[in-house]
């Protein structure tokens, strides 16, 4: 089955300590991003990935890292989680970037912060 | 960048009920998708539709791009319908193949 896959689906964490969601989707998916949502604000990119070792940056970097040293992972870190981190997390994948395709969600993250 | 606008922004229906949901856009885009999103948080696509008309069962989905709106239409409605629909477009003609999402309308269907 065509799927993106995110763990945890729950997390509870405190302040400062290192953390990493992971995404893995299994459709040979070129392009690859991460999403977070917020009451009010709506989904709003963080990263994106055109491909291998080729990352750049969304509309919300800022106290996030991630890496795509495969084709089919792209892990979301965040190296000192703070409480305005605190957020429902997606993980998105499609074919091919400047390509008409649809895009595919994970089921989701939900990061508590404390 | 693109601005998508949904209305209405609530409604509330009686099961069995039919009802029209609109999607706004900005720019022109190459893709456009509507989503559901269920009280587990999780997003489910429901269409992908940067243009014409399709059905999935009791919804169906147009895109006129040239005009710039979408519409979800959803017939006999059920409460596993209740929950918040998005639509979310992209204009890939740039580097990033961002979408960017509209408010979403949040529907309650009740027994």
């Known amino acids: 089955e065509a799927q993106v896959t995110q763990n945890p689906r729950y997390l509870i964490t405190v302040t400062g300590k290192k953390l990493t969601v992971t995404c893995s989707q299994n459709?040979?998916?070129?392009?690859m991003s991460w999403y977070r949502q917020d009451p009010g604000l709506g989904l709003r990119q963080i990263y994106y990935?055109?491909?291998?070792?080729?990352?750049d940056k969304g509309d919300v970097p800022e106290g996030y890292k991630v890496s795509r040293k495969e084709k089919r992972n792209f892990p979301l870190i965040l190296e000192s989680p703070s409480p305005n981190q605190t957020s429902l997390y997606f993980c998105?994948?499609?074919?091919?970037?400047?390509?008409?395709?649809?895009?595919?969600f994970g089921q989701g993250t939900r990061l508590t912060v404390v | 960048g693109i601005q998508v606008e949904q209305s209405p922004p609530d409604l509330i229906l009686q099961e069995g009920a039919n009802s029209t949901l609109r999607c706004n856009f900005s720019?022109?885009?190459?893709?456009l998708q509507w989503f559901h999103q269920n009280p587990w948080g999780q997003l489910i696509n429901l269409f992908y539709?940067?243009?014409g008309t399709k059905q999935n069962g009791r919804l169906s989905a147009t895109t006129v791009a040239t005009e710039r709106y979408s519409l979800l239409y959803i017939s006999s409605s059920q409460t596993t319908d209740s929950g918040v629909y998005f639509c979310a477009v992209a204009n890939s003609g740039g580097s990033n193949y961002k979408l960017t999402f509209g408010k979403g309308t949040l529907l309650t269907v009740n027994p």
């Open positions: 539709i940067p243009s």
């Open positions: 459709m040979n998916h070129e392009y």
């Open positions: 998105a994948s499609s074919l091919s970037p400047g390509v008409d395709t649809e895009a595919f």
């Open positions: 720019d022109s885009v190459n893709n």
């Open positions: 990935s055109m491909n291998v070792e080729v990352t």
